[in-house]
């Protein structure tokens, strides 16, 4: 068990091709890069995040990502923290920026975006896809729905190579 669990319970609105805008339709190509010291200053509670994103940087295990619309580095759509443990990726944290929740969120397909990089950098370490998070019981079913998790017993839940493959193929076309 990690120390210090969170319980994920970031939903998955819409599996879109990178980000969509919520208004206009539009969609955006996105790119996903490492968060840097001088990003904290755009992700503090202060503005409306929830996580310490400060803290999860330092922590020199866990390897944290920005969600950018290409091009526009400064506007972080969503952040997400990780390790690489023995024979998977671990997901710690996925957070949406605090103006794409709720019924007036501006872009749909953040977090199946980050989800997806979890799913690439799994298979980029030859884990196969898999990803590992422990979740919010209520929406193990929608995980399950949405990502194609799997539970492991309580709340963990595991990403396979099938569903990893599917994600990463949805969102980053290379």
């Avoid at 980000?19 to 955006?28: M, R, V, Y």
């Avoid at 539970?151 to 076309?173: H, R, V």
């Amino acid at each position: 068990m990690q120390p210090h669990t969170f319980e994920l319970d970031f939903l998955v609105d819409k599996l879109t091709n990178s980000i969509q805008n919520t208004i206009s339709g539009d969609s955006f190509n996105t790119e996903v890069l490492r968060l840097t010291k001088a990003d904290l200053t755009l992700v503090t509670k202060k503005i409306g995040w929830n996580f310490d994103w400060r803290s999860e940087l330092s922590n020199n295990v866990k390897e944290v990502f920005k969600l950018t619309i290409t091009n526009n580095p400064k506007i972080i759509q969503g952040l997400l923290s990780l390790s690489l443990e023995r024979d998977h990726v671990y997901m710690h944290l996925l957070e949406n920026a605090p103006f794409n929740i709720g019924q007036n969120k501006l872009y749909e397909g953040v977090p199946g975006n980050l989800v997806a990089h979890a799913c690439k950098v799994s298979f980029q370490q030859g884990f196969e896809g898999f990803v590992a998070f422990t979740a919010k019981t209520k929406l193990i079913a929608h995980y399950q729905k949405t990502l194609g998790a799997f539970n492991l017993g309580g709340q963990k839940m595991i990403i396979p190579t099938e569903s990893a493959q599917f994600l990463i193929d949805k969102y980053f076309k290379s």
